[in-house]
């Protein structure tokens, strides 16, 4: 039953043994922004135990207020990149592939904190999620240097030897924030319908496919829903959902990672196909899906200390055997316990533990 994970996959230069990707992640484990040896070991663990693809947690790029948290790494200056370095090398030494998750937080940063924390906290028109404006809208020069801050971080990861990069495109943080019209009211180009406020991340990735060549594939994370409005949605049709992500496929992304809480809910009615589903089906890139792969709860429980049973595999096979979608992201079962891909392949189903939350709180 689980061949279909273990299928090869090919993007551009980057070449998987399996359909296996580790899900990224938060988790402050890098004092000032720089990840240690704690940090490499913990992917390099993953990476040997036969995970196809490891996505890191989310790295920051290089605005002052990019980042709320002084324990999450940056990808940006000396000692940071020095640690990212080894990071890719260990996970290579591993025989792993791996990625960097390039994220600005964007409004969920409370100000005055941070690795800058005098730094402004950027925005698409300043606005809270309530419509409250509590900043400058930003110009358009400030826009566009917000954009060539994904571009240099790609630079630097396509310069340390990364198989990939993703762009954290989801979830309420800046970039979501650009296609959310509560949040985005702009007049100028980055503003308008939901394909015009899609600009904003099409412009990242032209940016970044520059500073990476055309080798190394560019991935897009992106979500219905918000941090800030769990029953949020860009689109409330496929058609809708097309013409957006149009935009990006236009831009020249390779691969949609596509966020769900719960990746068997269906997206929209008449149809049993996720999101990762419907943008394979609308655009006929490859996709990711994600959603408590292997559990049987989403992972917001986590945040509150509960733990989550482990589930069945079958539907998921069922749905790539379907090919519905390409990829598969693990997040919590991968995090405790970092032979799980090596597990599942050698039907070691019987070695697989419920998830414990307090795995949060480790780096296994």
Request: hydrophobic residues 40%; charged residues 25%.
């Amino acid at each position: 039953m689980t061949s279909s994970l273990f299928r090869p996959f090919f993007c551009r230069g980057l070449h998987l043994p399996n359909r296996i990707v580790m899900a990224p992640m938060t988790r402050s484990f890098s004092p000032n922004g720089v990840p240690g040896e704690n940090v490499a070991a913990y992917y390099a663990r993953r990476g040997a135990a036969g995970v196809g693809l490891i996505v890191t947690e989310g790295t920051t790029v290089d605005r002052p207020g990019a980042s709320s948290d002084t324990k999450v790494p940056v990808f940006h200056g000396e000692a940071s990149l020095n640690g990212w370095a080894r990071v890719c090398e260990q996970v290579h030494q591993a025989g792993g592939k791996i990625a960097p998750q390039l994220w600005h937080t964007g409004m969920t940063r409370k100000p005055g904190t941070g690795h800058n924390p005098d730094g402004s906290t950027d925005s698409p028109s300043g606005l809270t999620h309530k419509g409250k404006l509590v900043a400058q809208v930003p110009t358009e020069s400030d826009v566009e240097d917000m954009v060539s801050s994904f571009a240099r971080s790609a630079a630097h990861a396509a310069k340390l030897g990364f198989d990939a990069i993703e762009i954290h495109g989801a979830h309420g943080y800046l970039i979501d924030e650009f296609f959310w019209n509560v949040m985005n009211v702009r007049e100028d180009k980055y503003g308008g319908d939901l394909a015009d406020r899609a600009r904003f991340a099409a412009e990242i990735i032209g940016e970044c496919r520059k500073a990476v060549g055309n080798d190394m594939p560019i991935i897009l994370r992106f979500s219905q829903w918000k941090q800030q409005e769990y029953n949020a949605r860009l689109a409330q049709t496929p058609q809708e959902l097309e013409a957006f992500l149009k935009v990006f496929v236009d831009a020249g992304v390779d691969i949609l990672h596509c966020s769900q809480r719960r990746y068997w809910e269906a997206e929209f009615d008449g149809s049993d196909l996720n999101l990762a589903g419907w943008a394979k089906k609308l655009t006929g890139l490859p996709t990711i899906t994600v959603g408590s792969v292997g559990l049987s709860s989403d992972f917001f429980g986590a945040f509150m200390g509960e733990g989550s049973a482990m589930s069945s595999l079958d539907d998921i096979i069922e749905r790539l055997d379907r090919q519905e979608f390409d990829l598969v992201a693990v997040g919590r079962a991968l995090l405790q316990d970092p032979n799980w891909a090596q597990k599942i392949k050698e039907d070691r189903v019987d070695e697989l533990e419920n998830y414990d939350a307090a795995a949060l709180q480790k780096l296994y």
